[in-house]
């Protein structure tokens, strides 16, 4: 493979103090918007990643990351949150928007800290056949939670697309 390879796109995105949304935006230069593909109550089990008592209500979003501009898929992320663990009012943006989840907490002035999943960053290949649903192969996927206050508040699966390493290799060489 020319270009950026996947060991650069997971150097470049865990050093980045920024969240995902925002790297997308730097590395793309363009807006990010987020393609809600759905968003609904879960209940959550007793073996959750977010600390939470089993039978607690919880919200799964499902969501790709485009470019406004171009309209090309970036990120698959899939996310279980507690709204109760946020802001009322992000929790009410969170419902009724399309913004990217790092931008919504940003332009709350909230600074979440990641942290590690129980069994590691890979989660795996993908969603089911990403270049059906995405037009675009998963070259790399990661997944974490958000903590606020010392709370897991969203666990986040990720999974980036080549147009991420596409857009790698058009930076300038540092």
Do not use: K
């Not at 879960?42 to 485009?66: F, K, Q, S």
Request: hydrophobic content about 45%; charged content about 20%.
């Amino acid at each position: 493979m020319t270009g950026p390879d996947v060991a650069g796109l997971q150097r470049a995105v865990l050093d980045t103090p920024d969240t995902v949304t925002r790297f997308l935006e730097e590395l793309t230069g363009e807006v990010v918007v987020a393609d809600v593909v759905g968003q609904y109550p879960v209940v959550l089990g007793p073996d959750n990643e977010l600390g939470a008592i089993a039978g607690e209500d919880a919200t799964r979003r499902i969501a790709v990351l485009r470019g406004s501009a171009t309209n090309l898929a970036y990120l698959y992320a899939e996310t279980v949150f507690l709204a109760p663990r946020l802001p009322e009012t992000v929790s009410l943006q969170l419902e009724g928007t399309h913004e990217p989840i790092g931008r919504i907490l940003a332009d709350h002035g909230l600074h979440p800290v990641r942290a590690p999943l129980a069994h590691g960053e890979d989660v795996g290949t993908g969603p089911p056949d990403p270049a059906a649903l995405l037009g675009s192969e998963v070259v790399w996927s990661r997944g974490y939670r958000l903590m606020l206050d010392g709370l897991p508040v969203f666990v986040i699966h990720e999974w980036f697309l080549h147009s991420v390493l596409d857009a790698l290799g058009r930076q300038p060489p540092e």
